[in-house]
């Protein structure tokens, strides 16, 4: 009986030692591709809406229903905070597919970091607006 016992103990306590690094663990590297483009940036646009560019705030969350997307709030300033479109994340840039806009227009283009701290993006772009559709760049900064 006390061989069994022993066998027992043995047993948990090699468990116990075999499971005990199961716990995950925050890798280098292995956090959220979104989280450095997260927040407000400011774009400075150039193209077709005014010669003289216009600066506009746009807003980058994170689309809670796909891990791998941004939502972008006020994207080519269409007037209202609450027209946004969605944004696919890499590694180093964020490309918004051909959607459309709940207000109507139609945007698609990408937005690439400048640097490696991704405080800098360059963006290309273009909208289409009452079906005239316009290529814009803007340079966005984090603010």
Do not use: H
């Not at 043995?10 to 989280?35: Q, Y």
């Not at 997307?69 to 027209?83: A, M, R, Y």
Request: hydrophobic share 40%.
């Amino acid at each position: 009986m006390k061989s069994i016992f022993r066998l027992f103990i043995l047993l948990a306590a090699a468990a116990t030692l075999t499971f005990s690094g199961c716990e995950p663990v925050d890798e280098p590297g292995s956090g959220d591709a979104r989280d450095p483009f997260i927040g407000e940036w400011q774009f400075i646009e150039t193209g077709f809406k005014s010669t003289d560019g216009q600066s506009y705030i746009v807003t980058i969350t994170k689309d809670p229903n796909n891990s791998a997307q941004v939502i972008l709030k006020n994207f080519g300033n269409p007037g209202s905070d609450d027209v946004s479109v969605f944004g696919l994340v890499t590694t180093s840039q964020i490309v918004v597919s051909s959607q459309n806009m709940s207000n109507g227009w139609i945007a698609e283009g990408s937005g690439i970091a400048t640097n490696p701290a991704k405080t800098a993006m360059s963006w290309t772009y273009s909208l289409t607006i009452a079906g005239s559709k316009e290529n814009l760049s803007a340079t966005a900064t984090r603010q």
